[in-house]
């Protein structure tokens, strides 16, 4: 299974005890999953649909719960792209299917008529648990999540930009900072930020994957910390490498044309160092002299004796 069916399987085990907080639960996973069917006569007939057993069992039975009525469970086959099953929740009308609705901010009056508004019924999420509570549903119901060992991504998808934007508020509300993207005929509300990500977990109570989270990050961090610290040596390598080889060219040449004795005593000294000691660093170069002298100093006679080799050439 990927992670964020971990993650979600974890949510859908935990027990909601508040009336209240199942309602907005029912009503965020409803508002992802949830559509609508005319039954005839103008009866209306709600169909909850995910890929997902243990999240359809949860809902299953917070239905029975809440609203005390059941529903016809259909399970059915994926289609040809993906494998596994589809679960099909039915409530129908004779189940009070409108009245579900309604209660779920779904299904709302306007001017007399029955409208499905596209924003987040403020009276579903008037407290913080509310809050967090309408926020696991819309999780469980259109949410996913990377696995932290390829990439930080956490993103829950919309039907429309009015609830992406209802959603974003809500979510930035517990002081995160999400932010809404559109995606082909979607908009998709989304966290990047490896610690945000870890703390939205922890919101929606997946405590145990926050663990697993956090684990992978200090050693995925780790990792690329002892990866940046090799490259820099090896930068840092590279680069004494080629200023050796430029050091030992200058003397070379001034070798050759007969001037290396000639050269002041401080320069000479360095000079016949360099050439006993081709991979030292200029500071390892320095410990050699007496007195000791400073990698500052020792780049000094260096650059004196290029001088005088760009002379000569």
């Known amino acids: 299974m990927s992670f964020s069916t971990d993650v979600k399987n974890e949510m ?11 309602l907005a639960e029912t009503a965020g996973f409803i508002r992802m999953c949830g559509s609508v069917k005319l039954s005839g006569a103008g009866r209306l007939d709600l169909i909850i649909t995910t890929e997902n057993p243990a999240i359809a069992r949860l809902f299953l039975k917070r239905i029975r719960q809440y609203f005390k009525v059941g529903a016809n469970l259909r399970i059915g086959q994926s289609n040809v792209l993906k494998k596994g099953h589809v679960y099909e929740l039915t409530i129908g009308a004779e189940d009070n299917a409108e009245q579900i609705l309604r209660e779920t901010g779904i299904l709302r009056v306007r001017e007399g008529c029955n409208y499905l508004p596209d924003d987040i019924s403020s009276d579903l999420i ?34 429309s930009e009015t609830l992406a934007n ?10 995160f900072r999400s932010k809404v993207t559109t995606r082909k005929n979607s908009f998709v509300v989304y966290l990047k930020e490896s610690e945000q990500i870890s703390d939205f977990l922890a919101l929606l109570g997946a405590n145990n994957h926050v663990m697993k989270f956090e684990n992978i990050r200090i050693v995925k961090e780790l990792r690329n910390k002892t990866n940046r610290i090799v490259n820099c040596e090896n930068a840092n390598l ?9 050091q030992i060219e200058n003397i070379r040449l001034i070798e050759t044309k007969g001037a290396l004795l000639n050269l002041p005593e401080k320069l000479q000294e360095i000079a ?18 007496e007195p000791p002298l400073k990698k500052s100093g020792v780049s000094h006679r260096f650059r004196k004796i290029e001088e005088i080799a760009g002379k000569l050439r």
């Open 126 to 159: 008037k407290t913080r648990c509310c809050k967090k509570a309408y926020l696991k549903g819309t999780f469980l119901g259109a949410g996913t999540i990377s696995h932290p060992e390829r990439s930080y991504h956490m993103e829950i998808v919309c039907s």
């Open 12 to 22: 859908a085990r935990a027990e909601e005890e508040k009336k209240c907080c199942m």
């Open 238 to 246: 590279d680069k004494t490498i080629d200023s050796a080889a430029r």
């Open 272 to 289: 016949l160092l360099r050439l006993e000691n081709p991979d030292s660093s200029l500071a390892e170069l320095g410990q050699l002299l």
């Open 166 to 175: 209802d959603l974003k508020r809500l979510i930035n509300g517990f002081g």
